[in-house]
């Protein structure tokens, strides 16, 4: 490989709607961005597609590619849609219902009395037991019974799946006896893919472990095989970098790591959004942001405080709680493609989405229903073509579908209709950014708001002034930014172990535990190739008080008074009261980080002022008004504008409201700020 080509890493997220690609240069910190339509039959295809458009953008040959990085919905839509491998669980005897009895609990807004539980992914005829026993200290209570294992080899056979979960009882802390049955089941079952609870989540509580494994072998198959063409066609590319993926956690790992517990992308896409966000807003001195994706069908919501992304065990994908660690965020159906519609005199607006296929009227692929891009083409927010020309706007499609579906129903104009379809989904954003800020103990109005995706910057002003916040800071590619936040993403990896028994902080035995998991992360970072000065190693614990029944993620401190004190500072944050109880340790925690080199940012060189290209008429509430259309391309450090004002470029467009004033700093990133608050870049977070 020539010096001049050496090092370029590219990067691409596949949404639902659009593939974003980001080609990066080390050397000169110059990135090449592309944008391509998604195809969910199979996304490979707009991989090497999105591919090929950034390196003929940069003028360079596949070859060039030393890191290729991926961040991938394919393990997500799987779960959601109920679309993964037919499977089998095999558990300890006498659990065979863990999955059918669940938890209790009843989703938030389902109704008490009308709410069913959804039919679970391995059904009870396909729930196998082996006679074994663990205890709860790991002791081995029954031996295990290897010919109970061979005769659910071979009922597992009879039934025709293509994945098997192994969780017994207690296993987290002991696990011999699983391993040795999946050492079985693979000797007899070849063809078959197995996985354990050990290998994907060795923590307490029984039905979560249960799911989550089986959820982990539901997409093994459907995840192996798409790495497999994936790889393929990156080697009939020439391409010989090695593949790293996104994790929930905002981390990247190898494709053997992601065959083995492929759960681990459940929310991959999002969570690199969240890390590129962070970095953008590094790169202006601001430590306290509240990042929202919009993309075609939903809108994630992150807080990042002090810089810290925070992460949590109890996240959800669809209906189903998935406890390994991810990025803590909140997500929502609302997005570009959240569909209008009126019922009994009634608008409302997602979380049902016209998708990439047809999308929305104005894209003009045959969409017939109102959507909340067509809101925005009719009042004007949108320019006449999208990336960089190469996609036209219908207007007249999406003035019918809005006037058909929403204003004569509602007996309004076009015009209302569209501010009437975005005042809705605004809300509703609003409502889950006040879930992960007010809920959680935070003034939104002391951090500052950063919008991404496709539709985020269409929709930034509006949600900062319905917060109360002054200032939003608009990425230089807000639309492609999950492709570069994994330029940004380090090597990253959890490895848990919970106690035998919770009880009160033992130094001693946790140091001993912490050891033996350092060991494991140490072996993993050696897997991927990290060079020790690049390693980073952090202590973490699960701590509650004794009869709660769910923990509190702190930082070890080394000493039990300490860590006690972190843990009751954090319980009054998070929930406003400490109790006058015991605190129990329940399970430890080491985070293991590969340091990647961390993507050169030039600044961009100072601004001439001529960034404007034209007008366009935007319909305020007001009123019709022809408003500044600026080419982001053409602005550099320093530039101030004011709004009303449209700023476009090839992956997103943004709309400054009246009210509003833009400063370009020296990153590229535009900070928006209110008229009068007078804050600029110069306030410190």
């Not at 969240?274 to 990042?291: F, K, L, N, P, S």
């Not at 076009?414 to 950014?433: K, Q, T, W």
């Not at 843990?567 to 590969?594: K, M, N, Q």
Request: a negative charge; aromatic letters at 4%; proline letters at 7%.
């Amino acid at each position: 490989m020539s010096s001049a080509n050496a090092g370029f890493a590219v990067a691409v997220d596949i949404g639902g709607t659009f593939t974003d690609i980001a080609l990066h240069d080390p050397a000169s910190g110059k990135v090449w961005r592309a944008k391509t339509p998604s195809v969910p039959s199979d996304p490979s295809k707009a991989f090497m597609t999105g591919v090929g458009l950034a390196l003929a953008e940069a003028g360079r040959q596949a070859p060039a590619l030393e890191r290729v990085l991926h961040g991938t919905t394919v393990a997500t839509n799987m779960i959601l849609e109920g679309k993964g491998a037919k499977s089998a669980l095999v558990t300890t005897e006498g659990f065979r219902h863990v999955l059918a009895i669940g938890r209790q609990d009843i989703p938030r807004r389902a109704n008490l009395y009308a709410w069913q539980k959804p039919e679970r992914p391995v059904p009870a005829s396909r729930v196998f037991e082996v006679r074994e026993r663990i205890g709860p200290g790991g002791t081995v209570m029954q031996p295990l019974d290897e010919a109970s294992v061979r005769a659910v080899a071979a009922a597992i056979a009879e039934v025709g799946v293509q994945a098997v979960a192994v969780c017994l009882l207690h296993s987290f802390a002991n696990p011999a006896h699983e391993q040795r049955v999946a050492e079985i089941l693979r000797e007899l079952l070849p063809d078959i893919a197995v996985t354990t609870s050990v290998d994907v989540l060795p923590v307490v509580r029984e039905y979560e472990r249960s799911l989550a494994t089986v959820l982990n072998a539901s997409v093994m198959p459907g995840v192996s095989t798409y790495l497999s063409r994936l790889e393929k066609r990156l080697e009939e590319a020439s391409i010989a970098a090695p593949l790293l993926l996104m994790q929930s956690n905002g981390g990247v790992a190898g494709g053997a790591t992601i065959r083995r517990a492929p759960a681990l992308t459940a929310l991959s896409g999002p969570a690199a959004g969240v890390v590129g966000a962070r970095d953008v807003a590094a790169a202006c001195g601001i430590r306290d942001i509240i990042t929202v994706d919009i993309g075609g069908t939903s809108a994630d919501i992150c807080l990042i405080k002090d810089g810290k992304i925070s992460l949590t065990q109890h996240g959800h994908v669809g209906e189903w709680p998935l406890p390994l660690p991810m990025v803590d965020m909140v997500t929502i159906g609302a997005g570009g493609g959240s569909i209008a519609r009126v019922s009994d005199a009634t608008l409302a607006v997602g979380p049902q989405s016209a998708g990439a296929d047809p999308g929305p009227a104005a894209y003009g692929r045959g969409g017939r229903q109102a959507t909340v891009t067509d809101a925005h083409v009719v009042l004007g927010h949108l320019p006449a073509e999208l990336l960089g020309g190469r996609m036209a706007l219908d207007l007249a499609a999406a003035r019918a579908v809005i006037s058909e579906g929403v204003a004569t129903p509602l007996g309004l104009t076009p015009e209302a209709a569209a501010r009437g379809v975005l005042a809705i989904i605004d809300n509703h954003m609003v409502g889950a950014l006040r879930v992960v800020s007010v809920e959680r103990g935070h003034d939104p109005r002391d951090f500052t708001l950063l919008p991404f995706g496709g539709a985020g910057p269409l929709h930034g002003c509006a949600l900062a002034e319905l917060l109360g916040v002054t200032r939003v800071l608009v990425p230089p590619a807000p639309g492609v930014l999950c492709a570069d936040g994994l330029l940004a993403a380090d090597l990253k990896a959890e490895f848990s172990r919970t106690l035998p028994k919770a009880g009160t902080v033992d130094v001693e035995a946790a140091e001993a535990i912490f050891a033996e998991l350092e060991e494991r992360a140490g072996a993993w970072l050696t897997t991927e190739g990290v060079a020790p000065d690049a390693r980073k190693l952090g202590r973490v614990v699960l701590m509650r008080y004794h009869g709660q029944g769910g923990e509190v993620t702190v930082a070890w401190a080394g000493t039990a008074a300490a860590t006690e004190a972190a843990f009751a500072a954090a319980h009054e944050t998070l929930y406003g009261f400490v109790l006058d109880s015991p605190i129990e340790l329940v399970t430890l925690r080491v985070e293991a980080v590969g340091h990647m080199p961390p993507p050169p940012r030039p600044a961009l060189p100072a601004g001439s002022g001529t960034a404007r290209i034209g007008t366009q008429t935007v319909h305020f509430a007001t009123g019709a008004e022809d408003v500044p259309l600026i080419d982001r391309t053409k602005l550099g450090a320093g530039d101030h504008f004011s709004g009303p004002a449209i700023i476009t470029q090839l992956d997103a467009t943004t709309l400054v409201a009246p009210g509003w004033q833009g400063e370009v700093h020296p990153s590229g990133a535009i900070l928006l700020t209110r008229a009068g608050d007078g804050s600029g870049t110069k306030r410190k977070d």
